[in-house]
């Protein structure tokens, strides 16, 4: 099949993150997946190819490294899926973890599920906060106090800084090069800041220097991982957040994550898909 291109999490018809979804019969070489991603461009690339039992084996490439799991290209895979082989609830073999992803065609849009990986959260090392502030030169007086730093897991690792104030989450700037030393140097993934409007619309802003891009404008994984951090923090969530993300890249987005109350256990995240064309209509 060839290269599909995806925006995940869009608001409607608009925005959202692009992916790219590759299906066949069997997955290629992981130098040729790298390759791939990394002439697509876009954040990540998500390569599916069936493996027996009804699964699909399932691996994320970044622009510059292998990720363990990608929120917005398993909604995009979903979408993609769904396209190929009907509605339905498709199982992964992720290389970490076990999902599933939903996936139903409403006409030109695809509703999204996806199933994270089972989450935990631990307090941020008062270290890497430290490097972490510096890197986005904010100080503590910028955090929002009810959210303390944290690094959550959801699939993957991500260190969480809440911020007090909305122009605070708009002025986020930081040096590539120095935030891909941190996020590697501290096996993280992304950095997800966040400002919480209400108990349950949050906006959010994600730094993706470990794979080579500045800033992702929707990202599930973090999501999941961000909902399961406000579960063990006994924030009054009412079992479902909503996540805007993208906004200040013009690229806004639209999440949704259903919580459970037992701890630890799996986030539904879920959101629209559209299909991208390309400059001649492709």
């Given at each position: 099949?060839?290269?599909?291109?995806?925006?995940?999490?869009?608001?409607?018809?608009?925005?959202?993150?692009?992916?790219?979804?590759?299906?066949?019969?069997?997955?290629?070489?992981?130098?040729?997946m790298?390759?791939?991603?990394?002439?697509?461009g876009f954040?990540?690339?998500?390569?599916?190819?069936?493996?027996?039992?009804g699964?699909?084996?399932?691996r994320?490439?970044?622009?510059?490294?292998?990720?363990?799991?990608?929120?917005?290209?398993?909604?995009?895979?979903?979408?993609?899926?769904?396209?190929?082989?009907?509605?339905?609830v498709?199982?992964?073999?992720l290389?970490?973890?076990?999902?599933?992803?939903?996936g139903r065609?409403?006409?030109?849009?695809?509703?999204?599920?996806?199933?994270?990986?089972?989450?935990?959260?631990?307090?941020?090392?008062?270290?890497?906060?430290?490097?972490?502030?510096?890197?986005?030169g904010y100080?503590?007086?910028?955090?929002?106090?009810?959210i303390?730093?944290?690094?959550a897991?959801?699939?993957?690792?991500?260190l969480?800084?809440?911020l007090?104030?909305?122009?605070?989450?708009?002025?986020?700037?930081?040096?590539?090069?120095?935030?891909?030393?941190?996020?590697?140097?501290?096996?993280?993934?992304t950095?997800v800041?966040v400002?919480?409007?209400?108990?349950?619309?949050?906006?959010?802003?994600?730094?993706?220097?470990?794979?080579?891009?500045?800033?992702?404008?929707?990202?599930?994984?973090?999501?999941?991982?961000?909902?399961?951090?406000?579960?063990d923090?006994?924030?009054?969530?009412?079992g479902?957040?909503?996540?805007?993300?993208?906004?200040?890249?013009?690229?806004?987005?639209?999440?949704?994550?259903?919580?459970?109350?037992?701890?630890?256990?799996?986030?539904?995240v879920?959101?629209?898909?559209r299909?991208?064309?390309?400059?001649d209509?492709?």
């Amino acid at each position: 099949m060839a290269l599909q291109k995806i925006a995940a999490f869009s608001d409607g018809a608009q925005g959202g993150n692009p992916a790219g979804v590759w299906i066949g019969d069997t997955l290629p070489a992981p130098a040729e997946m790298q390759r791939i991603a990394a002439e697509l461009g876009f954040s990540e690339t998500a390569f599916a190819a069936p493996e027996g039992d009804g699964r699909w084996r399932v691996r994320y490439y970044a622009p510059e490294a292998e990720v363990p799991f990608c929120g917005h290209a398993t909604i995009a895979l979903g979408a993609a899926l769904a396209r190929q082989q009907g509605d339905g609830v498709f199982s992964l073999s992720l290389s970490q973890a076990q999902i599933t992803v939903e996936g139903r065609v409403h006409g030109d849009l695809v509703q999204a599920a996806l199933q994270s990986p089972p989450t935990r959260s631990a307090p941020a090392p008062a270290a890497l906060l430290a490097d972490a502030l510096a890197l986005f030169g904010y100080t503590a007086q910028d955090l929002d106090p009810r959210i303390p730093p944290a690094l959550a897991h959801g699939g993957a690792d991500h260190l969480v800084l809440a911020l007090r104030s909305r122009a605070a989450l708009t002025a986020m700037r930081y040096d590539l090069e120095a935030g891909r030393r941190l996020m590697q140097g501290a096996g993280l993934v992304t950095i997800v800041l966040v400002v919480a409007e209400s108990d349950q619309l949050l906006h959010t802003r994600n730094a993706f220097a470990s794979g080579g891009v500045l800033e992702d404008p929707a990202t599930g994984a973090a999501t999941a991982a961000l909902a399961g951090y406000l579960r063990d923090l006994g924030w009054p969530h009412g079992g479902v957040i909503d996540v805007v993300q993208g906004e200040d890249m013009g690229m806004r987005s639209r999440l949704r994550a259903e919580i459970k109350p037992e701890p630890g256990s799996s986030i539904r995240v879920s959101g629209t898909a559209r299909w991208m064309l390309d400059e001649d209509g492709a």
